[in-house]
């Protein structure tokens, strides 16, 4: 069980989005080690925003991948990544001796949603399709064709 909220905000003529905070709350049974388990969650928020607003394979008309590497592909940078704030609520797992639950799979799926959700808030629009680019939020806005 996860919840996430985002702060962002938008420029209107460019389209790029500036997360002000991200905040994960994420059940994760008796927390044996809670800086461990908050560096799990910001590790994966961390790849949610990526994948929410900047990864994806782009194909020229032949259907050949255009951003095959690392110089290509854009992956966040601490530039991108906000304040994160991680909540840890504790209820034990009784089907585990030490009352644990994984936490590092759980919070990568939340993001690309709560983004959404946060850009339509501000913007008034739904952008459905990952990433949610500059240019796609443009484009949902109305501003370009």
């Keep these: ?13 460019t389209g790029k989005v500036r997360i002000l905070r991200y905040t994960a709350a ?4 008796k927390a044996v080690h809670p800086a461990h388990i908050e560096g799990q969650i910001h590790g994966a928020v961390v790849q949610g925003i990526g994948r ?8 020229d008309e032949q259907g050949r991948l255009l951003n095959k590497s690392f110089l290509d592909y854009r992956m966040p940078t601490m530039v991108d ?6 909540v840890l609520v504790e209820v034990p797992n009784p089907g585990h001796p030490y009352g644990v639950r994984g936490v590092a799979e759980p919070p990568v799926t939340p993001p690309p949603a709560a983004i959404a959700i946060a850009l339509h808030r501000a913007l008034g629009v739904r952008l459905c399709e990952l990433p949610m ?8 806005m109305g501003s370009i064709e």
């Design 81 to 86: 990544v906000p304040p994160i704030e991680t």
């Design 133 to 140: 680019s500059p240019e796609r939020i443009l484009r949902a």
């Design 52 to 59: 929410a607003l900047s990864e994806g394979y782009q194909f």
């Design 26 to 29: 994420q059940d994760v049974g």
């Design 1 to 13: 069980m996860a919840a996430h909220i985002v702060d962002l905000e938008v420029d209107p003529e």
